[in-house]
């Protein structure tokens, strides 16, 4: 496996968490709105932001690796099905499909793990 591919893919798979996780912290009143008119409690959205933030930086360095791609394999999942699923609003389809497809990377990740230049391959010597 090329260590920079599986690097790269990493920090491309975690930007949208890392950059969603942190959006939710600017926009905390409206996100919390947004999800409690889905029938998500509000109170939830500090586990959704640190779920986000913290797994997309372990996924960028490495670190659990396959646990936390895992993770969030299930949890794009989730929010497809909770979020995505008026398909016939064609944006929310494409939506609904991302999800999967990110679930899908993720996946890739699990199986995979991490590469060589990661921090579990170098906490693994």
């Known amino acids: 496996?090329?260590?920079l591919a599986t690097t790269t893919?990493?920090?491309i798979l975690?930007?949208?968490f890392l950059m969603s996780g942190l959006g939710k912290i600017g926009a905390y009143a409206g996100t919390a709105a947004y999800m409690s008119s889905l029938g998500v409690p509000s109170v939830l959205l500090p586990v959704v932001i640190a779920?986000?933030?913290l797994g997309a930086i372990a996924i960028v360095l490495g670190w659990q690796t396959r646990v936390a791609a895992f993770l969030?394999?299930?949890y794009s999942?989730?929010?497809a099905?909770?979020?995505h699923t008026n398909f016939a609003d064609q944006i929310e389809k494409i939506m609904f499909l991302k999800n999967v497809s990110i679930a899908g990377g993720f996946l890739l990740l699990v199986a995979?793990?991490?590469g060589p230049l990661s921090l579990d391959r170098r906490l693994a010597k």
């Open 1 to 3: 496996m090329n260590p």
């Open 9 to 11: 893919d990493r920090g």
């Open 14 to 16: 975690s930007v949208l």
């Open 51 to 53: 779920t986000e933030v």
């Open 72 to 74: 969030f394999a299930g």
């Open 77 to 79: 999942l989730l929010t």
């Open 81 to 83: 099905l909770i979020f």
């Open 112 to 114: 995979n793990g991490a």
